[in-house]
Antibody, heavy 123, light 111 residues
Framework: QVQLVQSGAEVKKPGSSVKVSCKAS????????ISWVRQAPGQGLEWMGG????????NYAESFQGRVSITTDESTRTAYMEVSSLRSDDTAVYYC????????????????WGHGTMVTVSS | QLVLTQSPSASASLGASVKLTCTLSSGHTNYAIAWHQQQPQKGPRFLMK???????IKGDGIPDRFSGSSSGAERYLTISSLQSEDEGEYYCQTWDTGIVVFGGGTELTVV
């Protein structure tokens, strides 16, 4: 049974950066896409971007391009998402999620979710 | 442009059935989607992957009360024998080359 365990809550100042981790336990890691999804307070789910380690490809949603970086460390089975130049409207819960279909160079249904990491941006 | 459209809210009685709809944008009517449930104050949970022919694969431990079906651009989630714990937000999700898209979510109230 695959589980995605995320790092703990963060409080950051505007203009700073935050890096959230997502560690996979069980199953395979590199052959599945990992995506990051943001949920602002009271809002819906918003895809930020994703990485497919096996094919060394990364995609970002247009609204996050240039300010978000998604990476993986296959030795530790961990994915990372870093947001720079934080603003108050980046205050949200950030989830990682795994694509269900292995060995494909693209995204698919999310079949496993992390528990979420609350990031608060406040001066 | 790939877009998923969901009604903002739905309500149904305890023990009854409800059918939620997710509509794919024009030109994408043969796409598969996934349904996710988010109970209050919890993270999302994968319910099922639903194809254009109505075939679906459910996530681990998802009860038989949850089923999916398709018709043209519409993808449906039917929940039968509604229970109080079925209250929450339901999101559909789809994907294309290099992108993932979510619907706006439907808030389900069980009365």
């Amino acid at each position: 049974q695959v589980q995605l365990v995320q790092s703990g809550a963060e409080v950051k100042k505007p203009g700073s950066s935050v890096k959230v981790s997502c560690k996979a336990s069980g199953g395979t890691f590199s052959d599945h896409a990992i995506s990051w999804v943001r949920q602002a307070p009271g809002q819906g789910l918003e895809w930020m971007g994703g990485i497919i380690p096996l094919f060394r490809t990364t995609n970002y949603a247009e609204s996050f391009q240039g300010r978000v970086s998604i990476t993986t460390d296959e030795s530790t089975r961990t994915a990372y998402m870093e947001v720079s130049s934080l603003r108050s409207d980046d205050t949200a819960v950030y989830y990682c999620a795994r694509g269900d279909t292995p060995m494909i160079p693209d995204h698919s249904a999310f079949d496993v979710w992390g528990h979420g990491t609350m990031v608060t941006v406040s001066s | 442009q790939l877009v998923l459209t969901q009604s903002p809210s739905a309500s149904a009685s305890l023990g009854a059935s409800v059918k939620l709809t997710c509509t794919l944008s024009s030109g994408h009517t043969n796409y598969a989607i996934a349904w996710h449930q988010q109970q209050p104050q919890k993270g999302p949970r994968f319910l099922m992957k639903l194809k254009s022919d109505g075939s679906h694969i459910k996530g681990d431990g998802i009860p038989d009360r949850f089923s999916g079906s398709s018709s043209g651009a519409e993808r449906y989630l039917t929940i039968s024998s509604l229970q109080s714990e079925d209250e929450g937000e339901y999101y559909c999700q789809t994907w294309d080359t290099g992108i993932v898209v979510f619907g706006g979510g439907t808030e389900l109230t069980v009365v």
